[in-house]
């Protein structure tokens, strides 16, 4: 069985150069049995002799099991960048990273996700949705506060700041502000050294409210009048909630507002039904 595979990765890979392998030397791959490579994944990798080696053995027999070409691409690329074990790239498969990046996006979007990956130029390329916190381990039948969830989020902020993606680092928990002798705090401040600018992150255990959306205006307004440098870009907010309402956030936030409500959950998503979402917004894309 072992043969097998590596003839199909020799013929997928083979003008690229030699692969490195890892400790574990086990081959499963996301979408199909071992030994179960179909021909097509080798005939739509071949000739992909512009980009190097710079993942594992595992890591390749792993991505050979992904069938659509665009997604296969852009995991490889994440992977090598981020430095993601093999562990770490099948949990982004798993959670379905590709498709939560693609549904913000158009069709050119998604086609540079295949071609280069997540590129983080402006506030829009953060955002993804649902974040997935599965390693939180809450259970979404468990009564929880939203301090509890911001506790799990705490005790497991190197997780946290995997899930949010490329630039974070960690700032504050519970930041506290005055002005007119009121004390406000929001839950989470981080801070993005791509972007050049701060991310406030309020949580909501519940549906979403106007409120919530009009109490991070005022924090992201607090920031960048007080706290930011004339270097630095905007402030950007994150109500991340159980459930959120589209048209409220749309008919009480401005056009143009660096503010933004994000769901999250707490069990790993359905790739299919992603992948159907991702189908129905922006139709095939390939090249």
């Not at 990273?97 to 130029?121: F, N």
Request: charged share 25%; proline share 3%.
């Amino acid at each position: 069985m072992r043969r097998y595979i590596c003839r199909y990765v020799y013929l997928a890979y083979r003008e690229r150069g030699p692969i490195v392998q890892t400790v574990s030397g086990r081959l499963p791959s996301p979408s199909h049995q071992a030994g179960t490579v179909p021909f097509q994944i080798v005939q739509t990798l071949s000739g992909q002799s512009d980009r190097a080696f710079s993942l594992s053995w595992s890591h390749y027999v792993f991505l050979l099991g992904i069938k659509k070409v665009e997604e296969r691409s852009f995991y490889e690329i994440e992977a090598a960048s981020e430095n993601w074990t093999l562990r770490e790239l099948k949990r982004q498969f798993q959670s379905g990273l590709y498709e939560r990046l693609a549904l913000s996006r158009d069709q050119d979007g998604i086609r540079r996700l295949a071609k280069q990956g997540q590129i983080v130029g402006q506030p829009q390329d953060l955002l993804k949705e649902p974040l997935v916190l599965e390693f939180l381990g809450l259970s979404e039948q468990a009564r929880f506060s939203e301090s509890d969830l911001e506790t799990a989020i705490i005790n497991r902020i190197e997780h946290f700041l995997l899930e949010l993606g490329k630039g974070f680092l960690f700032e504050a928990r519970q930041k506290r502000f005055t002005f007119d002798d009121d004390h406000f705090f929001v839950d989470l401040v981080f801070y993005n050294r791509l972007l050049r600018c701060y991310v406030l992150i309020d949580l909501k255990i519940g549906k979403l409210t106007h409120q919530d959306l009009g109490q991070m205006q005022m924090y992201v307004n607090y920031f960048d009048r007080h706290v930011k440098t004339a270097a630095e870009s905007p402030t950007i907010g994150i109500v991340l909630c159980k459930k959120k309402h589209a048209a409220l956030v749309e008919i009480t936030l401005p056009k143009d507002a660096n503010i933004h409500a994000k769901e999250y959950q707490l069990y790993l998503p359905s790739k299919e039904e992603l992948q159907q979402k991702l189908a129905e917004w922006a139709g095939p894309v390939s090249d």
